[in-house]
């Protein structure tokens, strides 16, 4: 086979995985629905803060409703024991030598659990701005986490993920004191990859907009 020949290959197979990914994810989608569960992916880097953001909501949401989270990483549930210390049932994915969660590895843990008890399901997908984008999971919406620690530009270098998340939360402003940071730059960016997307300036440590987060998440309406 000609080298041309192998990269068309390639490019074929990538399409069956992104394709059968859609399959499963749709179907992923319709047991929310059918269940009536909110459902939202968190997307972002190591160290961003997803898993802060995660605790803060689960901390405040957990006292009302029932609430499954699915945490995904390369190895260890770190994550998933800072989640479950809030009296909610966690679900570790180590993922080995994959970058991102795919609509599989949901599909499979659905198996196994009774969606009747859950109100909200929240995933947390593996630390990453690159690789989350070629697989949704079929959650209702994506939550996309940078923090200013990763510079001004990170919005600009990763359009595809913000192309396809609903909400950003741009955390960690509680450092804007000591860095260097354009926050109305970076809002601009992320509203001309997608002029739809809902956008949270936030900060964990002090809490500034969780409030805010946490409501709009409530409040939205998705089936």
């Not at 949401?61 to 009296?87: C, F, H, M, P, W």
């Not at 949901?106 to 399901?121: A, G, P, T």
């Not at 955390?171 to 730059?185: A, Q």
Request: aromatic share 4%; proline share 1%.
């Amino acid at each position: 086979m000609s080298k041309k020949g192998k990269i068309s290959r390639i490019i074929e197979l990538n399409e069956d995985l992104i394709r059968n990914n859609d399959i499963i994810a749709a179907h992923n989608n319709k047991l929310f629905s059918e269940k009536k569960i909110k459902s939202f992916e968190i997307v972002g880097a190591i160290g961003a803060g997803k898993t802060s953001i995660l605790e803060s909501i689960i901390n405040q949401l957990s006292k009302k409703e029932d609430i499954l989270v699915i945490n995904g990483d390369i190895a260890t549930r770190i994550d998933a024991n800072r989640i479950e210390k809030y009296g909610v049932r966690t679900i570790q994915i180590n993922t080995g030598r994959e970058c991102a969660l795919n609509a599989y590895h949901i599909s499979q843990v659905l198996k196994h659990v009774n969606l009747d008890r859950y109100k909200y399901i929240f995933i947390e997908n593996v630390g990453n701005l690159i690789c989350p984008s070629d697989f949704i999971l079929g959650a209702d919406k994506r939550i996309v986490v940078v923090s200013i620690t990763e510079g001004e530009w990170v919005i600009k270098k990763h359009p595809l993920l913000f192309k396809m998340s609903d909400i950003a939360i741009i955390n960690k402003i509680d450092l804007l004191d000591i860095l260097d940071i354009d926050i109305e730059n970076m809002i601009d960016d992320a509203k001309k990859i997608n002029p739809n997307i809902k956008i949270f300036i936030t900060s964990t440590k002090t809490e500034t907009n969780i409030e805010e987060l946490l409501t709009n998440l409530i409040e939205e309406k998705i089936h």
